[in-house]
């Protein structure tokens, strides 16, 4: 499989948008009130290699994920997968993992209703995510980062998810529990033969988990 | 100078059932801030470090209490000298935007006197336009950078800093970590609480790991050249996680406030946990040039 | 004792008098309103708590009767309300910009007509009575909850989860009733409540004014009105204790649904 973003644009000042109340992604580009986040940008990633997107933070690494996952849509310009545009309802086979798992979650549902709102895992997908039974019947004030995160990335991986987009989805953590959901979610994606769009401001985390790093800037014209 | 001792803190929370709940998030932590370093507390976010420098300040909110000793320049800290000294000589750089006042325009937030405020918004490259704008006017990076500007005007002598980079790019955050450098070499004590191990190991002279509410190690930051250097075996088992040192994740998760084990911490993971681990916290203590509180630590 | 526990011990205990007036309005025997010449225009004593009516008519039962009928028509009229406002805010936050656009012009039009008129003109043509009375509150009083929950809705579309609902394909009904409604109950709850107040000085007022209920009824606005012709003659427990007793229902009303809005304001945990 295989994912396509041709020359997409852009800006959050433009009023023909009507997505910009999603205040979660980084706006850093008000110094230039004409200038896109994004503009003439196009990537072309194939589900068999794991591509890193690496830049400093508030360069739009975050809003270009949004539209990968079709979240947002782009001024001008489109996202294919093999060939055909996203899914417009239905289950997308891109799924997007975010930086900060609180948010990406319902604060009141209990989390075994947020894992199955996608698809309905088996006690050893479950084990193998470090998913404790107990936890199924919290609410989510009552975990941790970590923990809120591997609900996040067991929902995104339903069996009809190709591509996985991971937008600084281990940020906030610390580094014992980065390892244990990268090792888990990388397990997991080399069984299914999943794609995998690592977005990361760490070059030490892009070596170790990518075989392929591209530099966000150079993506643009 | 700053020194933190013992410091326990929980919340009383109340279930949909009313039954009464209480969440220690802070548990014997141990920290000592001096002037002319800076002291980076890292420990993954949601943990509580936030709360450690709003009870430095003496801002948490009325359900929490707290016990240990707080000493600012061998005076305990009481409340009547908190809010004397909060905005004069301690400074808090605020974690989120939502600490601007909504309603007042940036210039008259960050202002102490003009020249200083032009200063701070030529340093954080903040055009002069910005001062007569409204918070919700700012993008989140100008924002906090105001954030930065505003509490770094007076002449402060502690500085907390609460995450002040996520969000600023490269420059900008190096930028915002030089300044607070600046800040410490003309004899502030900073404190860096933050969440990026990397960020505090190019920054911070000392590096206090915090583990599920509490200090588990203070190491110079040197130590995290090599494994052997460090202290407790929490502070190894990061090191050996890092993406550049094996990215080798060590078993388990960090207890949640509402169950914390009786004993150390650390116990429930620890490959040397022994009874006398289980039973009690162990005491801070030092160790070759750092402090740990580990029975087993040599 | 927690902010919490006090607002509960409010709230039940508030939602306890409320209820002991609506029973006990509603089991006092018709009997009790018979006309009793012999004991007409008395003043209030202990056999008679409110006074005598100039029928020889208790006024504690008839203003209990007035008060239990209020809060039934009250309750009915705040509860179409409600539900209107949940519909009309949902519809203006989920809609496309065009149903927004409408329904907040609709929304600034209901405001700006004095909303008075507009009951006693509805009440007049569903010919009065409680139905018209009742047409009259519930049409225009879901306004202000609409904007509510119309602002709350809008807040929680631009959340994450919600995104993340729709790459699992789920479709828009569905997110409306899995996460939305939950988050929106404590608000429309409190808003519900908080509309019984108006509702029932509303239709005390238009029957008051003769535009409500028939003189038939025992409603409190009749009992006023009554009153007003002997007043002048010295008689003013007939319209005093009534009077004060609705606006004590409206008080304790007014109280429970403040404690329900402590109550049930998300629970905010500080870590």
Same mark, same amino acid.
């Given at each position: 499989?295989?994912?396509?973003?041709?020359?997409?644009?852009?800006?959050?000042?433009?009023?023909?948008?009507?997505?910009?109340?999603?205040?979660?992604?980084?706006?850093?580009?008000?110094?230039?009130?004409?200038?896109?986040?994004?503009?003439?940008?196009?990537?072309?990633?194939?589900?068999?290699?794991?591509?890193?997107?690496?830049?400093?933070?508030?360069?739009?690494?975050?809003?270009?994920?949004?539209?990968?996952?079709?979240?947002?849509?782009?001024?001008?310009?489109?996202?294919?997968?093999?060939?055909?545009?996203?899914?417009?309802?239905?289950?997308?086979?891109?799924?997007?993992?975010?930086?900060?798992?609180?948010?990406?979650?319902?604060?009141?549902?209990?989390?075994?209703?947020?894992?199955?709102?996608?698809?309905?895992?088996?006690?050893?997908?479950?084990?193998?995510?470090?998913?404790?039974?107990?936890?199924?019947?919290?609410?989510?004030?009552?975990?941790?980062?970590?923990?809120?995160?591997?609900?996040?990335?067991?929902?995104?991986?339903?069996?009809?998810?190709?591509?996985?987009?991971?937008?600084?989805?281990?940020?906030?953590?610390?580094?014992?529990?980065?390892?244990?959901?990268?090792?888990?979610?990388?397990?997991?994606?080399?069984?299914?033969?999943?794609?995998?769009?690592?977005?990361?401001?760490?070059?030490?985390?892009?070596?170790?988990?990518?075989?392929?790093?591209?530099?966000?800037?150079?993506?643009?014209? | 100078?700053?020194?933190?001792?013992?410091?326990?803190?929980?919340?009383?929370?109340?279930?949909?059932?009313?039954?009464?709940?209480?969440?220690?998030?802070?548990?014997?932590?141990?920290?000592?801030?001096?002037?002319?370093?800076?002291?980076?507390?890292?420990?993954?976010?949601?943990?509580?470090?936030?709360?450690?420098?709003?009870?430095?300040?003496?801002?948490?909110?009325?359900?929490?209490?707290?016990?240990?000793?707080?000493?600012?320049?061998?005076?305990?800290?009481?409340?009547?000298?908190?809010?004397?000294?909060?905005?004069?000589?301690?400074?808090?750089?605020?974690?989120?935007?939502?600490?601007?006042?909504?309603?007042?325009?940036?210039?008259?937030?960050?202002?102490?006197?003009?020249?200083?405020?032009?200063?701070?918004?030529?340093?954080?490259?903040?055009?002069?336009?910005?001062?007569?704008?409204?918070?919700?006017?700012?993008?989140?990076?100008?924002?906090?950078?105001?954030?930065?500007?505003?509490?770094?005007?007076?002449?402060?002598?502690?500085?907390?800093?609460?995450?002040?980079?996520?969000?600023?790019?490269?420059?900008?955050?190096?930028?915002?970590?030089?300044?607070?450098?600046?800040?410490?070499?003309?004899?502030?004590?900073?404190?860096?609480?933050?969440?990026?191990?990397?960020?505090?190991?190019?920054?911070?002279?000392?590096?206090?790991?915090?583990?599920?509410?509490?200090?588990?190690?203070?190491?110079?930051?040197?130590?995290?050249?090599?494994?052997?250097?460090?202290?407790?075996?929490?502070?190894?088992?990061?090191?050996?996680?890092?993406?550049?040192?094996?990215?080798?994740?060590?078993?388990?998760?960090?207890?949640?406030?509402?169950?914390?084990?009786?004993?150390?911490?650390?116990?429930?993971?620890?490959?040397?946990?022994?009874?006398?681990?289980?039973?009690?916290?162990?005491?801070?203590?030092?160790?070759?040039?750092?402090?740990?509180?580990?029975?087993?630590?040599? | 004792?927690?902010?919490?526990?006090?607002?509960?011990?409010?709230?039940?205990?508030?939602?306890?008098?409320?209820?002991?007036?609506?029973?006990?309005?509603?089991?006092?025997?018709?009997?009790?309103?018979?006309?009793?010449?012999?004991?007409?225009?008395?003043?209030?004593?202990?056999?008679?708590?409110?006074?005598?009516?100039?029928?020889?008519?208790?006024?504690?039962?008839?203003?209990?009767?007035?008060?239990?009928?209020?809060?039934?028509?009250?309750?009915?009229?705040?509860?179409?309300?409600?539900?209107?406002?949940?519909?009309?805010?949902?519809?203006?936050?989920?809609?496309?910009?065009?149903?927004?656009?409408?329904?907040?012009?609709?929304?600034?039009?209901?405001?700006?007509?004095?909303?008075?008129?507009?009951?006693?003109?509805?009440?007049?043509?569903?010919?009065?009575?409680?139905?018209?009375?009742?047409?009259?509150?519930?049409?225009?009083?879901?306004?202000?909850?609409?904007? /509510? *929950?119309?602002? +709350?809705? #809008?807040?929680?579309? &631009?959340?994450?989860? @919600?995104?993340?609902?729709?790459?699992? =394909?789920? $479709?828009?009904?569905?997110?409306?009733?899995?996460?939305?409604?939950?988050?929106?109950?404590?608000?429309?709850?409190?808003?519900?409540?908080?509309?019984?107040?108006?509702?029932?000085?509303?239709?005390?007022?238009?029957?008051?004014?003769?535009?409500?209920?028939?003189?038939?009824?025992?409603?409190?606005? /009749? *009992?006023?009105? +009554?009153? #007003?012709?002997?007043? &002048?003659?010295?008689? @003013?427990?007939?319209?005093?204790?009534? =009077?004060? $007793?609705?606006?004590?229902?409206?008080?304790?009303?007014?109280?429970?649904?403040?404690?329900?809005?402590?109550?049930?304001?998300?629970?905010?945990?500080?870590?």
């Amino acid at each position: 499989m295989r994912i396509e973003a041709k020359d997409l644009e852009f800006g959050y000042n433009n009023n023909n948008n009507k997505n910009i109340n999603n205040k979660n992604i980084n706006k850093n580009n008000n110094k230039n009130k004409n200038k896109n986040i994004i503009s003439r940008l196009s990537l072309t990633v194939d589900s068999h290699e794991r591509t890193a997107l690496i830049g400093p933070s508030g360069c739009g690494k975050s809003t270009l994920s949004h539209i990968l996952a079709g979240n947002l849509k782009p001024q001008s310009g489109q996202v294919l997968i093999d060939n055909k545009p996203l899914p417009k309802h239905g289950f997308c086979p891109v799924q997007l993992i975010c930086q900060h798992p609180e948010k990406a979650i319902n604060p009141r549902w209990k989390l075994g209703k947020t894992l199955t709102e996608a698809w309905s895992p088996d006690a050893q997908f479950l084990e193998a995510m470090g998913i404790e039974k107990a936890w199924l019947n919290r609410y989510p004030v009552e975990l941790s980062g970590g923990e809120l995160q591997r609900f996040c990335i067991a929902r995104a991986l339903a069996p009809q998810t190709s591509f996985i987009i991971a937008d600084e989805m281990s940020t906030m953590l610390d580094m014992i529990t980065q390892a244990q959901i990268w090792q888990a979610l990388l397990r997991i994606a080399d069984e299914r033969g999943l794609g995998l769009i690592a977005v990361t401001h760490s070059m030490e985390l892009a070596k170790r988990v990518c075989s392929r790093v591209i530099e966000f800037e150079s993506l643009m014209e | 100078m700053l020194e933190v001792k013992n410091l326990s803190l929980f919340f009383r929370m109340y279930d949909r059932a009313f039954k009464r709940q209480d969440l220690k998030v802070i548990s014997n932590l141990n920290i000592i801030a001096r002037p002319g370093e800076i002291i980076a507390v890292a420990g993954s976010s949601g943990s509580g470090k936030s709360l450690l420098a709003h009870a430095i300040l003496g801002i948490l909110p009325k359900n929490a209490f707290m016990s240990g000793e707080m000493l600012w320049q061998k005076n305990p800290l009481t409340i009547k000298i908190q809010k004397r000294l909060r905005g004069k000589e301690f400074a808090l750089v605020p974690q989120s935007v939502t600490y601007l006042d909504p309603l007042m325009k940036v210039g008259r937030q960050v202002s102490r006197s003009k020249d200083t405020t032009l200063n701070l918004f030529r340093r954080y490259q903040l055009d002069e336009s910005a001062a007569s704008l409204f918070p919700h006017e700012l993008s989140g990076g100008m924002a906090r950078r105001t954030l930065l500007g505003a509490a770094l005007a007076g002449n402060p002598k502690l500085v907390i800093a609460d995450e002040p980079t996520p969000g600023l790019s490269q420059d900008l955050a190096e930028n915002a970590m030089a300044h607070l450098r600046e800040m410490a070499n003309n004899g502030a004590a900073v404190l860096l609480i933050t969440h990026d191990i990397d960020l505090a190991l190019r920054f911070a002279d000392r590096i206090a790991v915090f583990y599920a509410g509490t200090t588990v190690e203070t190491a110079n930051a040197q130590d995290f050249a090599n494994e052997s250097h460090l202290r407790h075996p929490y502070s190894k088992a990061l090191w050996r996680a890092m993406p550049q040192n094996g990215f080798e994740p060590a078993p388990g998760t960090q207890p949640y406030a509402g169950a914390l084990p009786q004993g150390c911490l650390y116990a429930p993971r620890c490959p040397f946990a022994t009874p006398l681990c289980i039973n009690a916290q162990p005491e801070s203590r030092h160790l070759r040039g750092g402090e740990v509180s580990c029975n087993h630590a040599d | 004792m927690s902010n919490r526990t006090s607002a509960a011990i409010s709230a039940s205990a508030t939602l306890a008098i409320i209820l002991a007036i609506y029973i006990a309005g509603a089991l006092l025997p018709e009997s009790a309103l018979r006309a009793n010449f012999s004991q007409k225009g008395l003043p209030p004593s202990f056999e008679h708590l409110f006074g005598t009516d100039f029928l020889g008519r208790d006024m504690f039962v008839r203003t209990c009767k007035g008060l239990s009928l209020s809060l039934s028509i009250g309750a009915v009229a705040s509860a179409i309300s409600a539900f209107i406002a949940l519909a009309v805010g949902l519809a203006a936050a989920l809609g496309s910009e065009f149903v927004d656009y409408a329904i907040n012009w609709f929304i600034d039009v209901f405001m700006s007509v004095p909303h008075t008129v507009l009951i006693i003109l509805i009440s007049i043509a569903l010919s009065r009575g409680a139905f018209g009375m009742m047409a009259g509150v519930a049409v225009t009083h879901w306004v202000s909850l609409a904007r /509510v *929950i119309r602002g +709350e809705v #809008m807040q929680i579309r &631009s959340q994450q989860y @919600i995104a993340a609902s729709r790459r699992f =394909g789920k $479709s828009s009904l569905w997110i409306a009733r899995h996460h939305m409604l939950p988050h929106l109950m404590p608000q429309f709850f409190v808003g519900l409540i908080l509309l019984f107040p108006h509702a029932i000085l509303h239709e005390s007022g238009l029957t008051f004014l003769g535009f409500g209920l028939p003189p038939e009824q025992p409603a409190v606005g /009749v *009992i006023l009105s +009554e009153a #007003m012709k002997y007043i &002048s003659a010295g008689a @003013i427990w007939l319209a005093v204790f009534p =009077g004060l $007793s609705l606006v004590v229902l409206v008080l304790l009303i007014d109280t429970l649904g403040h404690s329900a809005r402590r109550l049930l304001a998300p629970r905010e945990a500080q870590l």
